[in-house]
T-cell receptor, first 117, second 111 residues
Framework: AQSVSQHNHHVILSEAASLELGCNYS??????LFWYVQYPGQHLQLLLK??????LVKGIKGFEAEFIKSKFSFNLRKPSVQWSDTAEYFC???????????????FGAGTRLAVHP | KAGVTQTPRYLIKTRGQQVTLSCSPI?????VSWYQQTPGQGLQFLFE???????NKGNFPGRFSGRQFSNSRSEMNVSTLELGDSALYLC??????????FGNGTRLTVT
């Protein structure tokens, strides 16, 4: 079965530190990849997505992610975090299945990031 | 354009009862997905509906069911509630394979 693994459940950083959150998926076929963020008390929002093309994708708020097909990875990065980046981050991948080839979205367990001023 | 709307926001039920949650997708979105979010488990996929048909299903027991209406609104039902069903239930809508747009969720507490 397809799955998504996020290596860190909790990350604590100081402001201006660099961030890298790991994400690996298990599926050998074509995938669409996403990072979502959930700020405290808010709904899940899309940070960035990869469908095809340049494996380095840039999202909102200075976030970027790199798709490395050979490693089945889609790690999220930000050069300098801010206190306002405190949130939970979810990696997600589409997996084939269902009628008409539509894909269901499978999420990782999430990484809670706390940024201290 | 209004976002995904879920009602109610909070719900407290007793073991053995049943519950129905409602979701109104973004206008024009015909696909509605449901997820269960619990601490440490992340988001677990329940099912996805498109044009009133369930087209994907996760690994949840038959107590969890759903349906979609002709106006794309969706409901999720959980029968014979168990303590472990306490969670945040999220609904999301999309067009084709575009990213999901999530609602604020319904927080279900089973006592």
């Amino acid at each position: 079965a397809q799955s998504v693994s996020q290596h860190n459940h909790h990350v604590i950083l100081s402001e201006a530190a660099s961030l890298e959150l790991g994400c690996n998926y298990s599926y050998g076929g074509t995938v669409n990849l996403f990072w979502y963020v959930q700020y405290p008390g808010q709904h899940l929002q899309l940070l960035l997505k990869y469908f095809s093309g340049d494996p380095l994708v840039k999202g909102i708020k200075g976030f970027e992610a790199e798709f490395i097909k050979s490693k089945f990875s889609f790690n999220l990065r930000k050069p300098s975090v801010q206190w306002s980046d405190t949130a939970e981050y979810f990696c997600a991948v589409t997996a084939p299945g269902g009628t008409g080839g539509y894909n269901k979205l499978i999420f990782g367990a999430g990484t809670r990031l706390a940024v201290h001023p | 354009k209004a976002g995904v709307t879920q009602t109610p926001r909070y719900l407290i039920k007793t073991r053995g009862q049943q519950v129905t949650l409602s979701c109104s997708p973004i206008s024009g979105h015909r696909s509605v997905s449901w997820y269960q979010q619990t601490p440490g488990q992340g988001l677990q996929f329940l099912f996805e509906y498109f044009s009133e048909t369930q087209r994907n299903k996760g690994n949840f027991p038959g107590r969890f069911s759903g349906r979609q209406f002709s106006n794309s609104r969706s409901e999720m039902n959980v029968s014979t509630l168990e303590l472990g069903d306490s969670a945040l239930y999220l609904c999301a809508s999309r067009v084709g394979d575009s990213p999901l747009h999530f609602g604020n969720g319904t927080r279900l507490t089973v006592t």
